[in-house]
């Protein structure tokens, strides 16, 4: 999965590259008396998604949160947050949608936007590295197709991104990270963060 932040808006709406969408919502108010939704704290998910997948959200809800207050953290315990991939008949997996989750997941806790301009791709480990992911080349070219010219990439995929045809990296910036927190920096960047671990497409 690639990911294109769609929407400026805390309630994140992501293009994958086969053209499902994914929808974050919390759900705190709206509430069924004696159903599900009447338990607090609920992190759930649909659209058919397979086991990697599923396990990729848990570990983006589990990272996102090291990066909560104890005041953000209770506030999330109070609230429902569901989480729908669109085009249910299509089964989805895999776990290179992990950091994209886990900014959407913070954009909606947290009420930040993320630049539109902007995808991402890369495996999330428990400990918020950044794993490496495959089918880079696939994932640039639905990038920049989609006039998205900026992406987040697993700085273990550099060696591959060097590979890459000269005319498919024309135009594009790459940000290359090894953690989570690296992510950040270019999610809501200041023009000094920028410059940290960019590579452009002159690369």
Not at 39 to 62: D, T, W
């Amino acid at each position: 999965f690639f990911f294109f932040f769609k929407q400026k808006t805390a309630y994140e709406m992501l293009r994958s590259l086969v053209g499902s969408e994914m929808c974050i919502r919390d759900r705190y108010q709206r509430r069924v008396h004696g159903s599900q939704s009447d338990k607090r704290g609920i992190f759930s998910s649909s659209g058919n998604l397979q086991k990697v997948l599923q396990e990729s959200l848990r570990i983006a809800q589990i990272v996102g949160s090291k990066f909560l207050t104890e005041q953000q953290l209770k506030e999330v315990s109070e609230k429902n947050i569901h989480i729908h991939f669109t085009q249910g008949a299509i089964p989805k997996d895999g776990p290179s949608a992990g950091i994209s989750i886990c900014a959407a997941y913070l954009s909606l806790i947290l009420n930040k936007t993320i630049p539109a301009n902007l995808s991402m791709t890369g495996e999330l480990s428990l400990s918020g590295e950044v794993h490496k992911i495959g089918g880079l080349q696939a994932k640039l070219t639905a990038s920049k197709i989609m006039n998205v010219k900026k992406a987040i990439v697993p700085y273990g995929n550099m060696g591959d991104f060097l590979e890459l045809p000269q005319k498919l990296k024309e135009g594009m910036t790459v940000y290359f990270v090894k953690n989570f927190s690296d992510c950040l920096l270019y999610t809501s960047p200041s023009p000094r963060d920028r410059q940290k671990s960019r590579m452009p497409s002159s690369a």
